[in-house]
C-alpha cells in the first residue's frame, strides 16, 4: 500500500510548471523525494513525462547492450 504524503516532505514549495504553490492533494514521488505541483493535472502530467522517458531510456540501454 503507498504511503500518505504530506506537502510538508515536498523538496519544493512552487510547482516546477507554473510556478504556483503546491497543494496537498497534487504529491508525487520521484527518486525517492516528494515533489508537490499546484494541481493533479499538473502532477499526472509530471507522472506522464517520467514514464515516457524512463522507457525511452530503457529500450535504449536495451538496444545499446545488444549491439
Known amino acids: 500500500m503507498a504511503r500518505k504524503l504530506s506537502k510538508s516532505e515536498a523538496i519544493n514549495e512552487a510547482c516546477p510548471w507554473s510556478g504556483k504553490p503546491i497543494a ?3 504529491l508525487t514521488l520521484y527518486r525517492d523525494q516528494v515533489v508537490g505541483f499546484c494541481n493533479p493535472g499538473c502532477r499526472d502530467k509530471f507522472e506522464k513525462a ?3 522517458f524512463d522507457s525511452h531510456i530503457e ?3 536495451k538496444y545499446d547492450r545488444s549491439v
Open 24 to 26: 496537498e492533494d497534487s
Open 50 to 52: 517520467v514514464r515516457l
Open 59 to 61: 529500450a535504449r540501454v
